[in-house]
């Protein structure tokens, strides 16, 4: 069994006086996680795995549909750890639908985040999860100097959103020297994220915006990415610029 099982969630009890003396979560069993897994299964679509796969993704099922199943199963802890724990990567999605967020304790958010490879699942573990989690500041600055660039990436969009929403005590200019320096070299995922962070602090702090537009200019980073009609480029001049348009 992978590291997912070793912060399997027990059923808890509540206690309290009187007659909610012993308040117990419904068991999932393996019966209901083969059903919702079967429903899974039957909304694979070959074509829609096709297009997942060149973003690295592992599942072919259509993302509208599964947020329909997950607003039929409602809020289900223990059932997301089970889903999680099948390691399919459509399951992993649903859990992350389905799941309390505040309910995942800081090591198990860490280990999470380290199986979670297919982008997608990464990206909704830390946008739907993570930065709901009272352990989202304490995991940022453990994931933003972590030498896995996967999780150094989540550390990365967490800052992001500290850029965007809470930037007091954030060294913007340092981060700036940091994005300057090694995003062009970067792998894949960490450079995406970190062009994410140049590109807001350039959109929402305007005494920044010029460094940050000379920096995405000078680095070219995401400067030829394919963008579809109607779309915002994430090159960081074009992005910044457009946005700081549309606010004005």
Same mark, same amino acid.
């Given at each position: 069994?992978?590291?997912?099982?070793?912060?399997?969630? @027990?059923?808890? +009890?509540?206690?309290?006086?009187?007659?909610?003396?012993?308040?117990?979560?419904? %068991?999932?069993?393996?019966?209901? *996680?083969?059903?919702?897994?079967?429903? +899974?299964?039957?909304?694979?679509?070959?074509?829609?795995?096709?297009?997942?796969?060149?973003? /690295?993704?592992?599942?072919?099922?259509?993302?509208?549909?599964?947020?329909?199943?997950?607003?039929?199963? @409602?809020?289900?802890?223990?059932?997301?750890?089970?889903?999680?724990?099948?390691?399919?990567?459509?399951?992993?999605?649903?859990?992350?639908?389905?799941?309390?967020?505040?309910?995942?304790?800081?090591?198990?958010?860490?280990?999470?985040?380290?199986?979670?490879?297919?982008?997608?699942?990464? #990206?909704?573990?830390?946008?739907? *999860?993570?930065?709901?989690?009272?352990?989202?500041?304490? +995991?940022?600055?453990?994931?933003?100097?972590?030498?896995?660039?996967? *999780?150094? =990436?989540? /550390?990365?969009?967490? %800052?992001?959103?500290?850029?965007?929403?809470?930037?007091?005590?954030?060294?913007?200019?340092?981060?700036?020297?940091?994005?300057?320096?090694?995003?062009?070299?970067?792998?894949?995922?960490?450079?995406?994220?970190?062009?994410?962070?140049?590109?807001?602090? /350039?959109?929402? !702090?305007?005494? !920044?915006?010029?460094?940050?537009? #000379?920096?995405?200019?000078?680095?070219?980073?995401?400067?030829?990415?394919?963008?579809?009609? /109607?779309? %915002?480029?994430?090159?960081?001049?074009?992005?910044? =610029?457009?946005?700081?348009?549309?606010?004005?």
């Amino acid at each position: 069994m992978r590291q997912a099982a070793h912060f399997r969630r @027990k059923v808890h +009890l509540t206690t309290r006086v009187g007659l909610e003396a012993a308040v117990v979560a419904t %068991t999932v069993t393996d019966a209901m *996680v083969a059903e919702v897994m079967a429903e +899974l299964a039957g909304l694979e679509d070959a074509k829609i795995r096709e297009v997942n796969a060149r973003h /690295g993704d592992d599942h072919g099922v259509n993302l509208g549909k599964l947020r329909a199943l997950a607003k039929r199963l @409602k809020t289900q802890q223990e059932l997301a750890y089970r889903l999680w724990e099948t390691e399919e990567t459509a399951a992993r999605l649903l859990a992350l639908l389905i799941c309390r967020p505040k309910a995942f304790e800081r090591d198990e958010l860490d280990v999470m985040l380290r199986e979670a490879r297919a982008p997608k699942v990464h #990206d909704w573990l830390v946008n739907y *999860v993570v930065k709901k989690s009272p352990y989202a500041e304490e +995991l940022r600055l453990a994931w933003f100097v972590d030498p896995d660039p996967v *999780v150094a =990436s989540a /550390g990365w969009a967490l %800052t992001t959103e500290r850029v965007t929403k809470k930037p007091e005590s954030l060294d913007l200019p340092r981060l700036l020297d940091v994005i300057e320096t090694e995003m062009k070299g970067a792998p894949d995922r960490l450079q995406w994220a970190m062009n994410h962070c140049l590109a807001q602090i /350039g959109i929402a !702090h305007a005494e !920044h915006r010029a460094r940050a537009i #000379d920096i995405g200019e000078r680095l070219e980073v995401l400067k030829d990415y394919p963008t579809s009609p /109607g779309c %915002t480029s994430p090159f960081a001049p074009t992005w910044i =610029s457009e946005m700081v348009r549309r606010a004005r």
